[in-house]
């Protein structure tokens, strides 16, 4: 089993969409094309292009429908296009020569205007799994992405679940996490056998539905 081919987000979301548990805190992830893309845009608004292999929130790029045009967002710079066409073949230049794909675009829980998503490290301990960390992780300011190395702050799962959605009870969501992170590695493990440290990147939406965003197999 070759590093590279666990690195492939592809190749563990589709082991993840085997399970119909799993299946449904999935977003919607198909190849980059013109199609596509045009068609997810319709669908959801915006979407997060991102290479299928590749982390630390490396190369991905916000793609988003904004009033009569369409918006590319990178790092900290967006560029408006009046067509569809303008904005495609922007995206062509300025994505990293790798293959990607597009990921359904998900309204995050913020605090003060800041999205939050969720890092669940999970570690093989002989032959028991174990927790190590569940924390939220902060936006910087004016950012889409929240990985550290990009200037997000931490702070616990619980602190996190608390400001964000202040009405939903954040031990039954941390509890939804750690069964979801169960069921997701024995699915992982039955399909790439010697894998021993994951970490889980979740998001949840305003309304509180639990997304996993990917799975790392060398996380950070």
Known sequence: ??????ASKWLKTEALLTDPEV???????????????????????FVVVKPIIGGGGYGVIKVARSGAGYSITHSFKSSHYGTFHDMYNALLRVKVKRK??????????????????YRVKYV???DVWEFRAMVGRLAKQGLFVTNLCKGGNLLSCR????????????????????????????????HFPGI?????DYGLDRSGKIWIFEVNTRPQ
């Open 1 to 6: 089993m070759g590093g590279r081919q666990l």
């Open 23 to 45: 299946a449904p805190y999935i977003p919607e992830t198909r190849a980059l094309n013109r199609a596509n893309m045009q068609q997810m845009l319709g669908v959801y608004g």
């Open 100 to 117: 990607y794909l597009i990921q359904q675009g998900i309204h995050l829980a913020t605090i003060q205007g800041r999205p939050i998503d």
């Open 124 to 126: 093989k301990n002989g």
């Open 159 to 190: 602190e996190g679940l608390r400001r964000s959605l202040p009405r939903i009870r954040s031990a039954a969501k941390r509890n939804e996490m750690r069964s979801l992170t169960r069921k997701c590695t024995a699915i992982l493990e039955k």
């Open 196 to 200: 021993g440290e994951l970490g889980f």
